[in-house]
T-cell receptor
């Protein structure tokens, strides 16, 4: 079957750095997405990786290792507004999006 | 990008009734999707709404329970039929927009449904 694993919840301190991991087992791979979802709101796009390596976008970076079926989202200089759920999603060989359950990130002052 | 609106934003319904959720996009799109998200859970794809043909349902979802219409390239509806408390969830409409190297999904604000 197809599976995406993320930690259920993480806690970090304002101003610090946090890494949210995602591992996947899917039938084929055509890219990995990270989305941010604030409570009661729709998910919004953060990043896309299809090749191995690090993609940096401001305070957020996303890393991919296809051989390990592994990705992480790195958030730097954490702000209170970063408190949200972070969803990892993989596009399989049929270009269908498979979603992880999401990681709830709690930021403390 | 795409701007998506959904109606209603929330509703409280009685068991056995039906609710139709509308999704409107500000541009023409080929692919529209309907998701369900239960509290603390991931997104579950219900179906893909195809313009001019029947929707394509995922395993565990059937047309009798979740009929979908797609009359044109900017609009779709999802009906939750004969509701039970287990149908209480957030229902999200989304669209695929083709970028330079990948398709990005944009989501509507969601419809929060409570069934009593």
């Amino acid at each position: 079957g197809q599976n995406i694993d993320q930690p259920t919840e993480m806690t970090a301190t304002e101003g610090a750095i946090v890494q949210i991991n995602c591992t996947y087992q899917t039938s084929g791979f055509n890219g990995l997405f990270w989305y941010q979802q604030h409570a009661g709101e729709a998910p919004t796009f953060l990043s896309y990786n299809v090749l191995d390596g690090l993609e940096e976008k401001g305070r957020f970076s996303s890393f991919l290792s296809r051989s390990k079926g592994y990705s992480y989202l790195l958030l730097k200089e954490l702000q209170m507004k970063d408190s949200a759920s972070y969803l990892c999603a993989v596009t399989d060989s049929n270009y269908q999006l498979i979603w992880g359950a999401g990681t709830k990130l709690i930021i403390k002052p | 990008s795409a701007v998506i609106s959904q109606k209603p934003s929330r509703d409280i319904c009685q068991r056995g009734t039906s609710l139709t959720i509308q999704c409107q996009v500000d541009s023409q799109v080929t692919m529209m999707f309907w998701y369900r998200q239960q509290p603390g859970q991931s997104l579950t794809l219900i179906a893909t709404a195809n313009q001019g043909s029947e929707a394509t349902y995922e395993s565990g979802f059937v047309i009798d329970k979740f009929p979908i219409s797609r009359p044109n390239l900017t609009f779709s509806t999802l009906t939750v039929s004969n509701m039970s408390p287990e149908d209480s969830s957030i229902y999200l409409c989304s669209v695929d927009m083709l970028g330079v190297s990948y398709n990005e999904q944009f989501f509507g604000p969601g419809t929060r449904l409570t069934v009593l």
